[in-house]
DNA sequence: CTAGCTCAGTTGGTTAGAGCAGCTGACTCT
DNA sequence: AGAGTCAGCTGCTCTAACCAACTGAGCTAG
């Protein structure tokens, strides 16, 4: 019955059509309107809200999510961080997934990104230059503006919050994990490769650049700490 | 707060290395040991389970969930269903996504697929082609099979939970919309085009195999039906 | 007249206690 | 020895009350 009212209150949000951001009937309201207590509405709440389909904002109402990718990353970083901690290599093969899925992607890029995207590309390999020389790393930040810009390009916005899904999960659990430093010039050199490799509309070239990327990332994940290496358990989110 | 109770509850699996379907404390002893009310505990719980963390069993018990993509899959799901009643082309991107990711990693399969995949995979299209034949359509059942078997040969269980998720998705949302009966007998033809351009080891022909394929979805979904000509929703799910 | 404060009302958050419903396992009767 | 039954655990739902965050109208002071 529970699992019917979730559907219910989904049923409802379609039904009227809501976007991200409406406002939805108030807690008492959903009592009337499905006949249930207060306590089981909230319930159904919850699971909605951990799946993104609804926003709770205390003393201010209930309202349709963004219907972001948020609840997925979610998952697959507590997916991964158990399964790390129970000695798979979990974080292995989300590393593999982004490889693979972006190798396949970046040929798809050529003869399709815009001019003004391999500008901004080239800007954010700078900024990588100008921070691994002045603060010693690149900034997570940066890293993620990177691949965001470079699927952008494919025109398919569902896709960019897919690979970005992919790639915050990947880093939460590796800061987590494993705090090892790159090294920041390798870094800089490996994007600005796949930038070059794309303008130069060289589909093979490009997928090699991207390959070798996740390879340098694989080959510091790999090298030192066995999962179970890990005595004092970091996790706390 | 309800939020930490959540990451609390994460935190328990983590520390005690439960693995998936491993029992968890009963909603008293969560009670106690978190400190806060029973019905909190039920609101983190339900929360977690929308999510796959855990698996609820009335009568019975709390455990560890599967840790699968059934959540991902709910959560496109819906978001894509929205989408679509609120005129925006969700349903197209959500294919187009597949069909990125697909020609993307077809390529990687070349010299890797094993010969009993490949068997498997004729024996899958030998049963469209019955089955177009016996029942005038092709069951979901074998095309979703076909497609998990296909990547199945790229070795990394998670990328072809991703994978299986993505169909699920649109296969679900594809009924529900456009309920639109393809030529099941150019069905069985472009699968076993791409098996055998997989057999052959030529890439392009590969990818354009899958290419192919997805273009025929893509222009059955588009032809007839703008988002908006759905006037009595069937969305009950 | 305006800027700021205060307070009442609305909304979600939390607690408590009671009873219902599904499942298991041991006990009992045949 | 086997099948039926019942006690007990488990999660499920409801009611009722109070707490906490936020808004907005009205008041007060400048």
């Known amino acids: ?22 406002s939805l009937p108030t807690e008492p309201e959903l009592m009337e309107l499905l006949g249930v207590s207060r306590n089981s509405v909230r319930e159904a709440l919850k699971a909605l809200q951990a799946m993104g389909i609804v926003e709770i904002r205390h003393g201010f109402g209930t309202y349709v999510g963004p219907m972001s990718m948020a609840p997925m990353i979610e998952g697959l970083t507590f997916r991964t961080v158990a399964g790390h901690y129970r000695g798979e290599d979990s974080l292995l093969q989300l590393l593999e997934l982004r490889e693979a899925v972006e190798t396949g ?70 800061t987590d994990l494993v705090p090892r430093a790159h ?27 991207v390959r070798e990327h996740f390879g340098d990332i694989r080959e510091r994940l790999s090298a030192p700490s066995a999962p179970t290496a890990a005595p004092h358990l970091p996790y706390d989110r």
Do not use: C
């Open 1 to 22: 019955m529970a699992r019917d009212l979730q559907e219910q209150i989904k049923k409802l949000i379609i039904d009227r059509r809501l976007p991200s951001g409406a």
């Open 183 to 209: 090294d920041p010039k390798v870094t800089g050199i490996q994007h600005r490769e796949i930038v070059d490799a794309v303008r130069s509309g060289d589909t093979l070239r490009a997928e090699r650049a």
């Open 105 to 174: 992607l970046v040929g798809r890029l050529i003869g399709r990104v815009t001019e003004a995207d391999l500008a901004e590309l080239d800007a954010l390999v700078d900024r990588m230059d100008t921070e691994a020389a002045t603060e010693g790393a690149v900034s997570p930040a940066t890293d993620r503006a990177f691949h965001a810009t470079l699927y952008r390009g494919l025109g398919n916005p569902l896709l960019g919050e897919v690979m970005e899904a992919f790639w915050d999960a990947f880093h939460r659990v590796r």
